[in-house]
T-cell receptor, first 115, second 112 residues
Framework: DAGVIQSPRHEVTEMGQEVTLRCKPISGHDYLFWYRQTMMRGLELLIY????????DSGMPEDRFSAKMPNASFSTLKIQPSEPRDSAVYFC?????????????FGPGTRLTVL | GQSLEQPSEVTAVEGAIVQINCTYQTSGFYGLSWYQQHDGGAPTFLSY????GLEETGRFSSFLSRSDSYGYLLLQELQMKDSASYFC?????????????FGKGTTLSVSS
């Protein structure tokens, strides 16, 4: 398996623009997570899905952020409008609830810079 | 809610042994995990402890004491490539499939 795939790897945009981040989880995994990492706040959970259904979105900072998972192999995280404080690395991760090792698999991340 | 405490930085020399401690507070408990992250990279899984005791995987070992809400990651025979950030993490609940809550991370710097 190719692992968790994220695109784009880098995104530079101007304040006010819409940003869409994409994620393809590992085939067969039933959980998908979106995390954001900054120096100040560390690695924080934004939202996660189980079998394509959002379970907990309490970490989504505000209404400008939205996430969807239309099928088992694809998810998007959208920011509209973007602001400079959204600059961070956004990670997508997936795992299998039945795994005995409690391991989450992370994608390479999308480094977002909002000017 | 959940919270984890770990030191922010640790330094060591090649060949040495270093221990990174983690204390946690959780409403439920489903094991303690450790992840490694190299600068600019993705977090990668290192180890998982569901029960008390020591788990060994090559040069790395992880320990858990549930009664003390405490664990540590032990890195032996340190190499330059071990310079990275190390995160402890717990599940946000007492079952599989819930999200991971991460500590702030410990930056390990290994020098020659």
């Amino acid at each position: 398996d190719a692992g968790v795939i994220q695109s784009p790897r880098h995104e530079v945009t101007e304040m006010g623009q819409e940003v869409t981040l994409r994620c393809k989880p590992i085939s067969g995994h039933d959980y998908l997570f979106w995390y954001r990492q900054t120096m100040m706040r560390g690695l924080e959970l934004l939202i996660y899905f189980n079998n394509n259904v959002p379970i907990d979105d309490s970490g989504m900072p505000e209404d400008r952020f939205s996430a969807k998972m239309p099928n088992a192999s694809f998810s998007t995280l959208k920011i509209q409008p973007s602001e400079p404080r959204d600059s961070a690395v956004y990670f997508c991760a997936s795992d299998l609830a039945e795994s005995s090792y409690n391991e989450q698999f992370f994608g390479p991340g999308t480094r977002l810079t909002v000017l | 809610g959940q919270s984890l405490e770990q030191p922010s930085e640790v330094t060591a020399v090649e060949g040495a042994i270093v221990q990174i401690n983690c204390t946690y507070q959780t409403s439920g408990f489903y094991g303690l995990s450790w992840y490694q992250q190299h600068d600019g990279g993705a977090p990668t899984f290192l180890s998982y402890n569901a029960l008390d005791g020591l788990e060994e995987t090559g040069r790395f070992s992880s320990f858990l004491s549930r009664s003390d809400s405490y664990g540590y990651l032990l890195l032996q025979e340190l190499q330059m490539k071990d310079s990275a950030s190390y995160f402890c993490a717990v599940r946000d609940g007492d079952q599989a499939g819930t999200a991971l809550i991460f500590g702030k991370g410990t930056t390990l710097s290994v020098s020659s």
